[in-house]
């Protein structure tokens, strides 16, 4: 009987201890090395897709900075912090979220607190592994394409150009099979619908497989806007093609 006690107390300790209620979020954030007053733009982007829109603004307060609000699904948004060229990727969703910036390295700020957010830092981790060699390679190899285009050798130029695209080409078909077999073994993680809509945007998709993906998705992410929009073009890429309409010929002229 004690036990249970301890552990319902233990239970609500726990509940009672979350800063969030239904729908809600907190970005608790540091800035090591940001001075106060700095401001921090949360965006999102707008409705096409083309560009980013200011959500919320905060200012860098002591090292720190947080910022609350109401969410419905997870999404993409970023943290613009000011006077930095680099943006800070991340998923907005419910539930506390930790971001780590250093004025000296934004481009590795650390992101965690969430499912899909420690879900998107394991996935980069990955991906990257997976870039390694094309990443090398433009490391290697910069410097003697920058000294090729100034002397115009084309023999340097077109050589490092066919190596950069095989290594191109293998670390896509690589990278395709890592993003598929993700959303295989993902299926409450936002970034396999992401993935599964991208998918569906290549030509060479297998659509079986696409949407086999989309229907081992959890519901909730179903109900989601890339969701939904795998729905609708699922729907659009199994109906049948309308044919043209043959034209009637015009009838021919009476005979005077």
């Given at each position: 009987?004690?036990?249970?006690i301890?552990l ?10 979350s ?12 800035a ?5 007053g700095?401001?921090?733009i949360?965006e999102t982007?707008?409705?096409?897709g ?7 603004t905060v ?8 910022i609350k ?20 990727p991340?998923?907005?969703?419910t ?9 000296d ?5 650390k ?6 957010n420690?879900e998107y830092v394991?996935f ?7 870039q390694?060699?094309?990443i090398?390679?433009?490391?290697k190899?910069?410097?003697a ?13 077109n050589?490092?150009?066919k ?7 293998e ?14 073994t ?5 970034i396999?619908?992401l ?5 569906l945007?290549d030509?060479?998709?297998d ?5 086999k993906?989309?229907n ?13 929009a795998?729905?609708?073009k699922l ?10 309409t ?5 009838p ?5």
């Amino acid at each position: 009987m004690k036990k249970i006690i301890l552990l319902l107390s233990a239970t609500v300790v726990l509940i009672s201890c979350s800063k969030v209620g239904k729908d809600e979020y907190i970005i608790s954030g540091t800035a090591t090395g940001i001075e106060n007053g700095k401001t921090i733009i949360l965006e999102t982007p707008n409705e096409n897709g083309m560009g980013l829109i200011a959500v919320d603004t905060v200012k860098v307060e002591n090292g720190k900075f947080e910022i609350k609000g109401k969410v419905t699904e997870p999404s993409f948004h970023t943290l613009q912090l000011e006077g930095a060229q680099t943006k800070i990727p991340f998923i907005l969703e419910t539930g506390e979220i930790s971001i780590a910036i250093n004025k000296d390295s934004i481009q590795k700020t650390k992101i965690s607190g969430t499912y899909n957010n420690d879900e998107y830092v394991t996935f980069n981790e990955e991906i990257t592994k997976v870039q390694k060699k094309l990443i090398d390679f433009q490391t290697k190899n910069t410097q003697a394409m920058n000294t090729a285009q100034q002397t115009k050798d084309t023999v340097i130029i077109n050589g490092l150009m066919k190596e950069f695209s095989k290594i191109q080409e293998e670390v896509g078909i690589a990278s395709k099979a890592k993003y598929v077999a993700y959303a295989e073994t993902h299926p409450k993680s936002f970034i396999s619908a992401l993935i599964i809509q991208g998918m569906l945007n290549d030509p060479s998709t297998d659509l079986a497989k696409s949407e086999k993906l989309y229907n081992s998705l959890e519901e909730s992410l179903k109900n989601t806007k890339p969701g939904k929009a795998i729905k609708t073009k699922l729907a659009e890429m199994k109906s049948p093609t309308v044919e043209a309409t043959p034209a009637v010929p015009a009838p021919a002229a009476e005979a005077k």
